[in-house]
């Protein structure tokens, strides 16, 4: 593990501090990190904290206000780290916790927060809890903490109810006891290398909150909680008697999600935070059945921000963008909480390949589709998450138009649910390709060594260096977007907009002095003008008060009255 840095000293970062602006998260661009695929800074092939460190200054030139990291502790990897052994030590993988303090003291110098991943719905199998449980066996005040359960049947050889891990499969493992013996089994949502927690227990709950303890004395900015809807599970675990039960997440309220005993949790998470000077955040990635419901974890006393997926889940269509919209603002609206707004993340095809497809397939999609158009839509999509009221969260490399790729050979894949023939498509290595900084090289600028996934050709001219200084290039337009963002307090600040009318297939708005227009139609419009254009995803055409807006386009304007 490296020690050597090769970021500039603080003394040399001529930049603004980050300060106590209060309640700087409702309208900020946080950028999604990905530690293995952002940057390698010892050149074995793996993106480390190092890498991000590296990084710093082309975040802060892009834009963004805070960084989220997704998980860097010490884990086996069975998940890509969502698997944790360790909640208090960096992986050897990434680093140090010597890289970690390095990384968010640069970060604050830079002007950047930092948010890290925390995953408290499950635990590695390597866990010391989890490893004295089984050694110990049955009877374990280890295993308490944990959902260990006889199994049904004569001999105890079915698992204790129906659940599915979202993985494919059931959710249960049958352990071998150490006498040899099959014996009880134990609870897994997701692999078989998570075993989920029992929130019941106090000592989880006293454990997380020392975990929080530890990492807001480093100097963290907040925590993204993983599988927050998860954690407390219906009293008795309760049989669910319905087959292929992933097709119905985020369509019911599960006995395994989103009940209601969580929101007891982060009231007294909150309550540690809200002793942090700083400002820091929780954020939550919840999936519930409606954003009504999502609108529950952000009530005043409870975490600050919950990803919207249904937003995210939306297809490139006016009509329906104009509703999520509108049920987002009025969910969030009564318990004082911002919207957020996002289009892609390590879990789910990138939007750029999303939209090249045809609307219906989902989040995980198995085809290139048709990439001119996809990428098209996936800018104009961008100008329009932008200038909506909230906080945005950028995943990395959509800045630079990056597709999936959805043609990896299958012996590189390492996404756990591709193992397992069933639940989800297995299909995230796609989006989690390690990305490009420059034209050549063994991994396009990512490290000396190569990288842990093969990077398409195309790599090349999606680059950062590519791109650079490139009028109308997708990184400068996420470059102008950030930076009008930034100038314009119209834009993220406020809880509302004010449609405006518009032909069939396009969806206008008013937000202050400033007119957002985004054209989701299959062929142009021609529309009065509003004002001064600010920044297009595509070429418009002005003539005599009209402004010709071609398909898939967003344009921002300083409005006249």
Known sequence: MSQQHSAAPARHLATVSVGDRRDWWRDAVIYQVYPRSFADGNGDGMGDLEGVR??????????????????????PQADAGYDVADYRAVD??????????????DAHEYGLRVIVDLVPNHSSDRHEWFKRALAEGPGSPLRERYHFRPG????GELPPNDWESIFGGPAWTRVTEPDGTPGEWYLHLFAPEQP?????????????????????????DGFRIDVAHGLVKAPGLPDLGAHDQVK?????????FDQD??????????????????????????????VERTANYVRPDELHQAFNFQYLATAWDAKELRSVVDRTLDAMRPVGAPATWVLSNHDVTRHATRFANPPGLGTQIRTAGDRELGLRRARAATLLMLALPGSAYLYQGEELGLPDVVDLPDEVRQDPAYFRGAGQDGFRDGCRVPIPWTRTGSSYGFGDGGSWLPQPPVWA???????????????????????IRRERPDLGAGESVEWLRAPEGVLAFRRGDFVCVANTAGESVTIPSYGRVLLASAEVTETDGQTKVPADTTLWWAAER
Do not use: C
């Open 152 to 155: 049904k049947g004569e001999n």
């Open 54 to 75: 590296s990084r710093l200054p082309y975040l802060r030139d892009l834009g963004v206000d805070a960084v989220w990291l997704s998980p860097f502790y010490a884990s």
């Open 196 to 220: 989920d927690f029992n929130w019941d227990h106090p000592a989880v709950g006293d454990e997380f909150r020392s975990i929080l303890r530890f990492w807001l004395d480093m100097g963290v």
């Open 461 to 483: 001219e999606l680059s950062v260096e590519a791109q650079t200084g490139v009028p109308g290039s997708t990184l400068e337009l996420y470059r102008s977007a950030l930076r």
């Open 261 to 290: 005993g969580v929101h007891a949790i982060y009231r007294q998470w909150r309550r540690i935070l809200d002793e942090y000077s700083g400002d820091r955040i929780f954020v939550a990635e919840a999936w519930t059945p409606t």
């Open 92 to 105: 050897p993988m990434f680093g140090s916790l010597l890289d970690a303090d390095a990384l968010i003291r």
């Open 248 to 256: 119905l997440l985020g369509n019911d309220v599960m006995p395994f």
